[in-house]
């Protein structure tokens, strides 16, 4: 027993003494560029791999480079990894250097204002889609964090940590105040070109500072970031649009008469800005008069298509002066001159204010439209056959 205990000693003893020593590690890995080579404090170890079904000896490494970067001549690259060693019968032979991670040091960071002004000019890349849609508060205070932690990882990619802070909606009857740190990556196409103005940006900490309660109606008309940008872009489409001059209804028919008239001798883009003056508040988003609901979207984009875009128009298979196949109060429905198909437009009365107890001042409203059309070339034909002072005598 205790001769086998003497011969275990002697072959831990002898492995120890056999690992390849730092200078033969410098040896190994030395070659033409390198300018310095740090070896781990911590010593190598021997390690398993699954992938070769076998032990190594491994010993982390770090190797500086010139970066050979001519703006920058004193630029380095600094590589870190593993200097790898087969164990064959209690001998070490040199395997490879394995890189784990690369970072270039020495490369001038853009200044702090520069940094900042790249973040704030695009703040959903900058806090993250999902904080964008919940922040309900300005993006404030947007700094440098106090371990900015500057990292090269390319000639044209550097991260750089930076904080702000924030309200954001974190249940449906609370708002939180956070100071948030971001780690960001910036991005250029070469050392002499701007830099992108998409980056990356990964949220890596919020600590809580102050929270505010609310009911949960609040909460959900609260504008987030998200909801704030997306009114500006609809109200600009919508300024983009043609004027329309929008009459004082007095009655159901002016308004049949006026999205006709559209329907007739409009534009499809006069068509667009008819229906977002016309359109009833459900087809729209809660609180928003620019911003269109999916059915809103809808009821413009179908008629639109149908009335302007197919093969035969509005204007092609209605009359001036259309007949009615059915009317009632808010609701008409007019006959194409084949009177093979009806458009319907339906109306209601909105907003206003009460006086003595009466609801006065209220505005018509679109509530429906369906434009109908022929498709069929068959029918097409029937109805061009006629002369147009036959189908439509009132006009």
């Keep these: 027993m205790k001769q086998a205990l003497i011969l275990i000693a002697f072959l831990m003893s002898t492995s120890v003494f056999s690992q390849p020593s730092d200078a033969q590690i410098r040896q190994d890995i030395n070659n033409p560029g390198v300018l310095s080579i740090e070896l781990s404090k911590r010593g190598g170890s021997k390690v398993w791999s699954s992938s070769y079904s076998q032990y190594f000896w491994e010993r982390g490494v770090i190797v500086y480079r010139n970066a050979k970067i001519a703006e920058y001549p004193n630029a380095k690259v600094e590589i870190g990894g593993l200097a790898r060693y087969n164990i064959v019968g209690g001998k070490f032979s040199y395997n490879r250097f394995l890189v784990t991670w690369n970072r270039y040091i020495g490369i001038p960071t853009p200044s702090d204002k520069e940094i900042l002004a790249m973040a704030s000019t695009n703040l959903e890349q900058f806090v993250g889609n999902f904080n964008f849609n919940k922040i309900v508060t300005e993006v404030s205070n947007i700094r440098m964090a106090d371990e900015r932690k500057d990292e090269w990882h390319t000639p044209n990619s550097f991260s750089i940590n930076l904080a702000c802070s924030y309200g954001k909606v974190v249940s449906y009857t609370e708002v939180a105040q956070m100071d948030a740190i971001y780690r960001v990556r910036f991005y250029r196409d070469a050392i002499t070109s701007p830099w992108k103005a998409r980056f990356l940006s990964t949220n890596k900490q919020e600590t809580e500072t102050g929270r505010q309660t609310y009911n949960a109606d609040e909460i959900r008309v609260m504008p987030t970031l998200g909801s704030r940008v997306e009114d500006q872009k609809a109200q600009a489409y919508v300024d983009g649009l043609p004027s329309v001059q929008i009459p004082q209804f007095q009655s159901d ?100 204010r009460f006086e003595r107890g009466v609801r006065v001042d209220q505005e018509y409203k679109i509530t429906a439209l369906d434009v109908r059309l022929l498709t069929r070339q068959v029918d097409l034909d029937y109805m061009n056959s006629f002369p147009e002072e036959e189908m439509c005598p009132g006009n």
């Design 253 to 352: 028919v002016e308004v049949f008469t006026y999205v006709h008239d559209i329907l007739l001798n409009g534009t499809p883009e006069q068509f667009q800005a008819m229906m977002m003056e016309l359109m009833a508040p459900n087809y729209f988003l809660e609180g928003s008069t620019v911003k269109l609901n999916q059915r809103g979207a809808d009821l413009i984009n179908h008629n639109m298509d149908r009335a302007y875009k197919g093969k035969s128009t509005y204007a092609n298979q209605y009359c001036k002066d259309a007949a009615v196949k059915h009317r009632q109060k808010n609701m008409i429905q007019l006959l194409n001159k084949s009177k093979q198909c009806f458009t319907r437009i339906a109306v209601g009365q909105f907003g206003g």
